[in-house]
């Protein structure tokens, strides 16, 4: 009797606890969550798409760096969606089980996960000290690699769930892998496909550490990629650092616009993944 | 193969063969060419300061003596930290969410969980800085440094500068921040189970506790441990969520409340005014932090490996 009680005391104390736990860690995400609104709210106006990043104690927005983002996070998914549609691809049809694709879909899972500031190191040392300086592409391409290994992962995965028939069903009309791949497996699996590139794009939309010293920061509307470029990362460090309280307003404003965005990104994507399913 | 495509095979296979193959050595050639640019760009550090580089917590620009002990230990400490008070905390709410949640509350708290995980960290530094250091400052550090005789032990652990900007509040907010992660993939762990082990434990007569502790916990081991290496990782290499917080000291941390600095955070920090020496010291923290990342993930994704996630 004494044990039952016993084991029915700890079975309770446990719910309670894990209970208690999950309250605990929601009430801290939605108090991140509130701040976040309270602060940023307050600093969204009309001016913070039409005005540039101002000097300390003026008024502005932050619409170069809004453009700057947009830009560079564009040309870092073209970078990423050919690359890594390609390595997957290559990593569920042609070559994954060789050993050599055992190796590269390790080093594709360790690069998912890799600290983002090294991969801006290494962009500095290729493109930025060989160019003579920093630029818009050489953050975009930081970007890119960092959402290349998440495009590749997921393309991978969503090729293996296509079934079998579909290839033989290619095959057996004549077609050669190429046209399979491109007309049959890829059609199938367009869904899933951008769903990865959706993730990959709210990954590498609120990525600062590799954007500090590759694309450095712009103070000006800026389209020339060969400059230093200006984005919403870039100009949300310095200015939440920063003792202006203008500043720190358009930082939490700044803030407020990328956690919008990669939101309403992962949603989107969650929803044509979802979509995929119930058909 | 049909008989036509043999005999006039489609001159873009090849093509689309090759270019397939040179995406995915292009990933195996990012991984090298990062080693390299890590090696040549920190040699001159490394040469110059031999393994005292790594023993060493002098962090001087003016005489130029740069030791990387202070931001190693600083990086372990809020990793292990981090990921002491974030374990638990997931584990509970991964298992409140898939045993003990009602299905109509469960859904809806998975999937915000599952978005709070890609919130960028510099929201959770912003939120560090401005929101959490402050609180801290005043409802924790200051009641603890007029209470404690700075003599005793608890005294000697907990004394620092009270501004909340320490290894403590840093590894807080890192906890927060790779919180959301390591309970979504504990979720999903948890739900790849086949409903039958669970039923087969209850039916055995197990409560609750006993089904998950000593059932489905076990189960999923093996994942787990992968998945707390990939947090580990996480915590290790975060850069913006800790700059923000951690007071940028490079001294050795001597308490809990200290300020002090991590590889991330000091790279971020001094880089674009760095240059000589300094620069390569950078770079050389540069390696040492991915040393210690790619034998954390090497590790996660070996044990991961027979259950991909």
């Not at chain 1, 060989?130 to 630029?135: E, H, L, N």
């Not at chain 2, 489905?216 to 923000?244: D, N, Q, S, W």
Request: net charge neutral; aromatic share 10%; proline share 5%.
């Amino acid at each position: 009797m004494d044990r039952a009680l016993r084991r029915k005391f700890a079975n309770q104390a446990f719910v309670v606890i894990c209970t208690g736990a999950a309250l605990v860690a929601l009430a801290a995400l939605a108090l991140i969550m509130f701040s976040l609104l309270t602060k940023g709210v307050g600093g969204v106006d009309l001016m913070l798409f039409t005005a540039d990043t101002p000097a300390p104690d003026s008024p502005g927005g932050l619409r170069n760096a809004i453009v700057g983002s947009i830009l560079m996070c564009g040309v870092a998914m073209m970078i990423a969606v050919v690359i890594g549609v390609l390595a997957g691809t290559w990593l569920a049809e042609i070559g994954g089980n060789t050993p050599y694709g055992h190796v590269v879909r390790f080093l594709n899972d360790v690069l998912l996960s890799a600290p983002s500031i090294l991969i801006g190191l290494f962009v500095y040392w290729w493109v930025v000290v060989p160019m003579g300086g920093f630029s818009g592409w050489a953050g975009a391409i930081a970007l890119g690699i960092l959402a290349t290994p998440i495009v590749t992962r997921t393309t991978e995965d969503i090729l293996n769930l296509q079934p079998n028939a579909l290839r033989e069903a290619g095959m057996a009309l004549g077609a050669s892998q190429w046209v399979t791949v491109r007309s049959i497996i890829w059609k199938a699996a367009g869904a899933g496909m951008l769903t990865g590139g959706l993730l990959g794009f709210a990954r590498i939309s609120g990525e600062t550490a590799p954007l500090l010293f590759t694309a450095l920061n712009n103070q000006f509307l800026s389209f020339d990629m060969s400059k230093p470029f200006a984005s919403l990362p870039g100009a949300i460090y310095p200015f939440a650092m920063s003792p202006y309280e203008t500043w720190n307003t358009l930082a939490w404003a700044g803030a407020l616009l990328i956690t919008l965005a990669v939101l309403g990104v992962n949603i989107l994507g969650r929803w044509l993944a979802r979509d995929k399913d119930h058909k | 193969m049909s008989l036509q495509s043999a005999r006039h095979p489609d001159p873009v296979d090849p093509i689309f063969r090759g270019l397939a193959f040179a995406a995915a050595t292009t990933l195996l050639l990012t991984l090298g060419g990062l080693i390299v640019a890590l090696m040549i760009g920190g040699w001159p550090a490394i040469s110059k300061f031999g393994f005292g580089f790594l023993t060493s917590s002098t962090w001087n620009p003016v005489t130029e003596v740069y030791g990387a002990a202070g931001p190693i230990v600083g990086t372990l400490i809020t990793a292990v930290l981090s990921l002491a008070i974030a374990l638990p905390i997931a584990v509970c709410v991964s298992v409140f969410l898939t045993q003990y949640c009602p299905k109509a509350i469960a859904q809806p708290v998975s999937t915000a969980i599952e978005l709070l995980a890609g919130i960028p960290s510099i929201v959770y530094g912003m939120w560090g800085l401005f929101v959490f250091a402050p609180w801290f400052a005043r409802t924790v550090q200051l009641p603890i440094l007029t209470s404690l005789d700075p003599e005793s032990f608890w005294g000697k652990l907990l004394a620092g500068v009270p501004n909340g900007a320490n290894i403590f509040t840093a590894s807080i907010v890192l906890a927060i921040m790779i919180l959301p992660y390591m309970s979504a993939v504990f979720r999903e762990l948890f739900r790849s189970i086949p409903p039958q082990v669970r039923e087969a434990a209850f039916g055995l007569g197990c409560t609750s506790y006993e089904v998950v502790g000593s059932v489905l916990i076990p189960y999923v081991k093996k994942g787990m441990i992968g998945v707390v290496m990939l947090g580990f990782g996480r915590a290790l290499g975060e850069t913006m969520a800790v700059t923000f917080i951690i007071g940028n000291s490079h001294r050795f941390p001597d308490s809990l409340f200290a300020s002090g600095s991590t590889l991330a955070s000091t790279i971020a920090n001094e880089f674009n005014e760095a240059s000589g020496v300094h620069l390569a010291s950078l770079i050389a923290l540069g390696l040492v932090l991915f040393l210690i990342t790619f034998t954390v993930l090497a590790i996660a994704r070996a044990l991961l490996s027979s259950q991909r996630y």
